[in-house]
T-cell receptor, first 116, second 111 residues
Framework: DTGVSQDPRHKITKRGQNVTFRCDPISEHNRLYWYRQTLGQGPEFLTYFQNEAQLEKSRLLSDRFSAERPKGSFSTLEIQRTEQGDSAMYLC??????????????FGQGTRLTVV | KQEVTQIPAALSVPEGENLVLNCSFTDSAIYNLQWFRQDPGKGLTSLLLIQSSQREQTSGRLNASLDKSSGRSTLYIAASQPGDSATYLCAVMGGSYIPTFGRGTSLIVHP
């Protein structure tokens, strides 16, 4: 397994279009996270899955954003009716739950979204 | 709500210096703390993970310590090199199982 994979790496879209990003976590990881990062800021949490269940969503995740993780494997993040303020790096991370400790999170290379 | 602060925000040093990056958090009820490195335009690379029961972790020239009761962690970089230039981020995981990040320390090591 080569780590967390995100596709596409870059996306340029016109305002008002819909975009969808994909994340493939490390295969044995049951937790999957989406974050958004803008220039000079740390990653901001968007949503979190444990297996196929979406357990938490940030208030940053407006109704234009939706995420899925069918079958508890890969995940998709869709943004509808994109706005210029959606321009950011979208990061995916995965980790696994242990009996006693929580293991480290591994991140993908991100998808850079530019809305023009 | 957990808040994570990293000081300094930026640091520029000559090659060879030993460095200390600081991370503080407001809620000490954490499961673990993780340090990451981020190169411009790239994703995050995990450097060190410290469980709440641990005091420190070491990897090569990196050493991270954790003082959970005071809400502080430090990342020590020995004998810095130009290749260490990057942004360093810390993240804490609490009861929500969601890592919360600071804004990072941007490090430049010049030859």
């Amino acid at each position: 397994d080569t780590g967390v994979s995100q596709d596409p790496r870059h996306k340029i879209t016109k305002r008002g279009q819909n975009v969808t990003f994909r994340c493939d976590p490390i295969s044995e990881h049951n937790r999957l996270y989406w974050y958004r990062q803008t220039l000079g800021q740390g990653p901001e949490f968007l949503t979190y899955f444990q297996n196929e269940a979406q357990l938490e969503k940030s208030r940053l995740l407006s109704d234009r954003f939706s995420a899925e993780r069918p079958k508890g494997s890969f995940s998709t993040l869709e943004i509808q009716r994109t706005e210029q303020g959606d321009s950011a790096m979208y990061l995916c991370a995965s980790s696994s739950t242990g009996a006693i400790v929580n293991t480290e999170a591994f991140f993908g290379q991100g998808t850079r979204l530019t809305v023009v | 709500k957990q808040e994570v602060t990293q000081i300094p925000a930026a640091l520029s040093v000559p090659e060879g210096e030993n460095l200390v990056l600081n991370c503080s958090f407001t809620d000490s009820a954490i499961y673990n703390l993780q340090w990451f490195r981020q190169d411009p335009g790239k994703g995050l690379t995990s450097l060190l993970l410290i469980q709440s029961s641990q005091r420190e972790q070491t990897s090569g020239r990196l050493n991270a310590s954790l003082d959970k009761s005071s809400g502080r962690s430090t990342l020590y970089i020995a004998a810095s090199q130009p290749g260490d230039s990057a942004t360093y981020l810390c993240a804490v995981m609490g009861g929500s199982y969601i890592p919360t990040f600071g804004r990072g320390t941007s490090l430049i090591v010049h030859p």
